[in-house]
Nanobody
Framework: QVHLVESGGGLVQAGGSLRLSCAASGRTFSRYAMGWFRQAPGKEREIVAAISWSGGNTYHANSVKGRFTISRDNAKNTVYLQMNSLKPEDTAVYYC???????????????????WGQGTQVIVSS
């Protein structure tokens, strides 16, 4: 079992920054890949970024490329999402997820993630 807890969400003005954190417990953190997803009201959950177990492979959605950066600290069992130049369209609930099946990949497919956190709200005001 893997337990994930997100933090760092909040209200920020457009152009501002936030850093989300996801603390993991349970199975050995360094043995699985991690992803950040988001879901806005009335929309499907979408991939934001993903990172392999070692951090050697990363993926960022086109909508956030150049503004968001995913990283991980295996010693702290934590994955981060640094979000800069935030836009109102980034408003959503952000979820972290663990992929214990393919740890060497940074998969964008939400169906390959088998553990999910409860989410943290991000609101970007214009």
């Amino acid at each position: 079992q893997v337990h994930l807890v997100e933090s760092g969400g909040g209200l920020v003005q457009a152009g501002g920054s936030l850093r989300l954190s996801c603390a993991a417990s349970g199975r050995t953190f360094s043995r699985y890949a991690m992803g950040w997803f988001r879901q806005a009201p009335g929309k499907e959950r979408e991939i934001v970024a993903a990172i392999s177990w070692s951090g050697g492979n990363t993926y960022h959605a086109n909508s956030v490329k150049g503004r968001f950066t995913i990283s991980r600290d295996n010693a702290k069992n934590t994955v981060y999402l640094q979000m800069n130049s935030l836009k109102p369209e980034d408003t959503a609930v952000y979820y972290c997820a663990a992929d214990t099946i393919s740890p060497t990949l940074a998969t964008m497919n939400k169906y390959e993630y088998d553990y999910w956190g409860q989410g943290t709200q991000v609101i970007v005001s214009s």
